[in-house]
């Protein structure tokens, strides 16, 4: 059972989230009253005259930071929710859906920090069921579960992975609710739905189950006081249960993934903010996400310059690039493109590496990250 303490320790935790993403005082206590006894609320807040009455979720924080989605802790269990009215913003040559309290550039999603330092294969590993990538200290391989079940790739396994961790931070709840078909979560994710075989209805199914059958081991480098070196492992499954349906007249219930316990916590403690519009338009290429993710996760946390070698660059986000030369021009010409988009990065291409220098934010409020 759980105590008021924990009641308590866990409501302040959604309210520095909350207020983290500047949410209104009378926004967060309305959604707090929903959830908590009135004493917690009361204690959170002394000064604020609580509502007699428990209203309708502000649609505020029912909106979805992917467009129309559903509401708070929204499962399978409970169907879908109520949603905020929308407008249409310009990003590039494209439309993007966002609350019509906020501006787009103002939108934040949120990545597992892991999948920042390690990424997901950038094109389709075929038939083997392991993958690993290494960042410093820091070593991830991605396994499948089920026979005949891929590894998760491309853009389509980095925008799950996002919404994932996005609607963990959002709604501070482990079962991610998809939609009560594809096309409704493809709509969500400001995707258009497209049939056939190569079509991101299809895609994105395939993807969703991959990643539902995937292990994460993540393998860490350590060392004590005493100059003793070690290392710590970790496996997580991503899904301890998932329920997926197909589009066709689907009506009441929705998809909905229920997430372990383990990677759920991890994603609480290790979810680092990005903006919407960037991945938006960033979205075309696997390696321009990479990038993005990673300098404004790396820049946010450097005090003085950095030159990180081709070499490491290459452990980090190359993929089928036999000669290291090969692996520099790619990446060079995605930094360029997300350069238009994360135009504050400090970055200089030099012959013996990268050079990072600090650079003002992109995210306007840092104190959205939750963990590191």
């Known amino acids: 059972m759980t105590s008021d303490a924990d009641e308590y320790t866990k409501a302040a935790r959604e309210v520095a989230v909350l207020r983290s993403l500047r949410f209104r005082e009378a926004l967060i206590i309305q959604a707090l009253v929903r959830k908590y006894s009135r004493e917690i609320v009361q204690r959170l807040f002394p000064d604020a005259e609580l509502p007699q009455e428990t209203a309708a979720l502000p649609a505020d924080l029912i909106q979805s930071r992917f467009g129309d989605g559903a509401g708070q802790g929204a499962s399978i269990r409970s169907g879908p929710q109520p949603v905020a009215s929308i407008q249409s913003a310009k990003v590039g040559d494209k439309q993007l859906s966002t609350p019509a309290s906020q501006n787009a550039v103002d939108e934040l999603a949120f990545h597992y920090v892991p999948l920042i330092q390690c990424t997901f294969p950038h094109s389709n590993p075929g038939s083997i069921t392991s993958y690993s990538r290494r960042n410093g200290r820091l070593e991830l391989t991605i396994s499948a579960s089920k026979e005949g079940v891929g590894l998760p790739y491309g853009v389509p396994a980095r925008i799950l992975a996002i919404y994932a961790a996005t609607e963990v931070v959002r709604t501070r709840d482990r079962e991610i609710y998809l939609g009560r078909t594809i096309t409704e979560f493809l709509r969500r994710l400001q995707i258009t739905p497209v049939s056939g075989r190569r079509g991101s209805l299809t895609v994105f199914q395939d993807q969703t189950e991959r990643l539902v059958h995937s292990v994460f081991t993540i393998e860490e480098n350590m060392a004590d006081g005493g100059g003793r070196l070690g290392i710590h492992i970790r496996k997580v499954l991503f899904a301890e249960e998932a329920r997926l349906w197909n589009d066709g007249g689907a009506v009441g219930r929705g998809s909905s993934i229920l997430l372990s316990q383990p990677l ?16 938006c338009r960033l979205r075309k290429s696997p390696m321009d996400l990479d990038v993005y993710a990673w300098l404004v996760y790396r820049l946010h946390r450097l005090n003085r310059p950095l030159l990180i070698p081709w070499s490491e660059l290459a452990l980090q986000f190359g993929q089928s690039y036999t000669r290291e030369r ?21 970055v200089e291409p030099l012959r013996d590496g990268l050079r990072l220098l600090p650079s003002k934010s992109h995210i306007r409020s840092q104190r959205a990250v939750v963990g590191a």
């Not at 759920?264 to 991945?279: G, H, T, V």
């Not at 090969?326 to 400090?346: I, N, T």
Request: glycine share 0%.
């Open 326 to 346: 090969d692996f520099r021009s790619f990446f060079q010409a995605s930094l360029k493109r997300v350069h238009r988009v994360y135009p504050e990065a400090r």
């Open 264 to 279: 759920y916590e991890s994603m609480l403690e290790r979810s680092a903010p990005l903006s919407f519009a960037a991945i």
